[in-house]
Nanobody, 129 residues
């Protein structure tokens, strides 16, 4: 059974930091790219892709709104991907999801929702002003 479990969310003040984890099982993690998405209140049908990392770790991508503040990484020995979030802003408040897919190219990743096959249940991040 494929599982992706997000953790590390919570309530933090503006300017604070959180590290999200996405722990996976049930598929060959080292062959899969992983991305983080978020869903903000009031946009239940829209998930914004904010970062991704390729299966071989050679490529990472970030949406403009998080560049310089968020860092994605992976630990293949632990089948886990991390999202280190710093300088958090109230507009970062959302439910954060991780997702995985095996792309044809091991050095590719993308942040389009429809590209991804496996999804976690999400973790809430709330940034207070």
């Amino acid at each position: 059974e494929v599982q992706l479990v997000e953790s590390g969310g919570g309530l933090v003040q503006t300017g604070g930091s959180l590290r999200l984890s996405c722990t996976t099982s049930g598929f060959t993690f080292v062959k899969h790219a992983v991305a983080w998405f978020r869903q903000v209140p009031g946009k239940e049908h829209e998930r914004e892709g904010i970062s991704c990392i390729s299966s071989d770790e050679s490529r990472t991508e970030y949406t403009d709104s998080v560049k310089g503040r968020f860092t994605i990484s992976r630990d293949n020995a632990k089948n886990t991907v991390y999202l280190q979030m710093s300088s958090l802003k109230p507009e970062d408040t959302a439910v954060y999801y991780c997702a995985a897919v095996e792309f044809y190219g091991k050095n590719y990743c993308g942040t389009y929702e429809l590209e991804y096959d496996y999804w976690g249940q999400g973790t809430q991040v709330t940034v207070s002003s």
